[in-house]
């Protein structure tokens, strides 16, 4: 069974900046791909970003390029997500996940991922 917990988020003022973190427990999630997805208000749960188990590939949803800095510590068996110029519409819960049954990939959807966080709010204010 794995645990992952999500902290770091809060209230900024757009162009802001906020780093979250996601501490795994339970197993060692060294070996797998992991992401984050977020839910705003009234929207569905989306795609941010993904980083492959030795964090040699990162991928993002086109939204965030540029903005958003997805990365890892495995000795930590922690994931980050530094997010820079923050707009409103990032508003949303923040989630992580893992996908423990493909190592080699990095996934993008939410079928791909087996276990989650409760995530964290965020919220930019204009």
């Known amino acids: 069974q794995v645990q992952l917990v999500e902290s770091g988020g809060g209230w900024v003022q757009a162009g802001g900046s906020l780093r979250l973190s996601c501490v795994a427990s339970?197993?060692?999630?060294?070996?797998?791909?992991m992401g984050w997805f977020r839910q705003g208000p009234g929207k569905e749960r989306e795609y941010v970003a993904s980083i492959s188990w030795d964090g040699g590939v990162r991928d993002y949803a086109d939204f965030v390029k540029g903005r958003f800095t997805i990365s890892r510590d495995n000795a930590k068996n922690t994931l980050y997500l530094q997010m820079y110029s923050l707009k409103p519409d990032d508003t949303a819960v923040y989630y992580c996940?893992?996908?423990?049954?493909?190592?080699?990939?990095?996934?993008?959807?939410?079928?791909?991922?087996?276990?989650w966080g409760q995530g964290t709010q965020v919220t930019v204010s204009s």
């Open positions: 996940a893992v996908d423990i049954r493909h190592s080699l990939t990095v996934p993008s959807t939410i079928e791909e991922y087996d276990y």
């Open positions: 339970g197993r060692t999630l060294a070996r797998y791909p």
